[in-house]
């Protein structure tokens, strides 16, 4: 009697295996989906607390003018003078007059045969003073003092001595080209009256007779240009001063004297609009660009029907519509602005703002007092901006708060994935042990029928 052959055994163990933890894993696959949703989130909430922090600098620019150059100078003659002007420069002009600059001392020493001849051994003494009739009178500062000895005693020497004493004067050496042409000159580094220099030197006579200076006494160095201060008529008002650096004739101007003036000459305090307008430009360019960054964040595309990744989100929504809030209500500063579209700025119907630079000149040039305290008042709109982006990104702010739960989230997801992950190792083991005692006991099924095929076969 023939019997058809039984199968059995030989079962794929490892492809059934991975068949099932296929399915078991897929739990892990939603945990990595809903993980990336919050990631997505913490990067787009990061990307809004960037634009914020941007605007935020930029309000801060706007609610303390004083950081703002708000003048400017204009000068009828730059090559006689330049002028700086910081915020508390009054507007409006002066006339200046320039004599004469102020004036470094220089002396020379008698001519030299060569720079390398010892000359003598001793210590120079320098003083720096006035002088007038009735003699030297020294400033006060206290004298200064170089020695002279066998290492430098040349002319060479003096000059890198003095040099390298740094008392407040320059050594050299001058070339004259007569029969002894090497002089030493000293120049001293301040100009004014009151920088007049007196040398007294103790010491080998040599060195006394080519270095003493007394302005009402011995000078047997010869004086090749005067200590003398700037000379100028500001505003009719002779004035004297010992730089050609003047920082306190008129009140927040540095005045940089450059050359002696042949006629009356003008400067002129005038707004700086520029500085002004590229601060409110930058305020308003900075707002639009978290109105963008938000409302990009927060769209809906009927189209696609996607929604962007903080669409719907509370947090971002009431942050919007607080800034538009505080865009639209006016101020109360006492003055005559009350609003920004009264400066210039006006809102869109895409919520970015736009600038009127002539609206904005003019009420810079006409009402700057106004202007300001709109601005930076403590209920002015940059005080205000500041004050409500610096609270929203703050420790205890929103932003924190929610990117916090997030962070907090995604933790929870981990410890769901830990604990997945060493069920499913358990799992695993379970599944091959399984199998691999089916796939034992069908070789075995199959051996028995393989068997009684043969045992049957034969009868």
Known sequence: MAVSSATGGNLDVATIVEQLMTIERRPLAALSTREASYQSKISAFGTVKSALSAFQTAAQSLS????IPSNTAVLSNSTMFSASVTSAA???????EIGNLAQAQKLATAG????TTAIGN???TFDFGTTDVGGFTSGGAGTKTVTIDETNNTLQGIRDAINAANIGVTANIVNDGGATPYRLTLSANATGLSNTMQISVAGDTALSDLLDYD???????????????ASLIVDGVTVSKASNTVTDVIDGVTLTLLKPTTSQESIEIKRDTTAFQAAVEGFAK?????????????AYNATTRKAAVLQGDSVIRSIQAQLRTILSTSVATGGALTTLSQIGLSSQKDGSLKVDTTKLTAAINNNFGDFSALLSAPQGYAYSFNQFVGKTLGFDGAFTGRTEGLTNSIRDLGKQRDAINTRLVNVEARYRRQ??????????MNQTSSYLTQQLSKL
């Open 64 to 67: 303390d003018l004083s950081n």
């Open 435 to 444: 199998f691999s005692a089916l796939d034992g006991m069908l070789s075995s």
């Open 112 to 115: 030299q045969l060569d720079t």
């Open 286 to 298: 900075a707002y639009s660009d978290v109105n963008k960054t938000i409302t990009d964040l927060t």
């Open 122 to 124: 001793g210590t120079l």
């Open 90 to 96: 009054t507007i409006g002009s002066h006339s200046i």
């Open 215 to 229: 302005p009402n006494g011995v000078m047997n160095m010869t004086q090749t240009a005067t200590a003398q201060n």
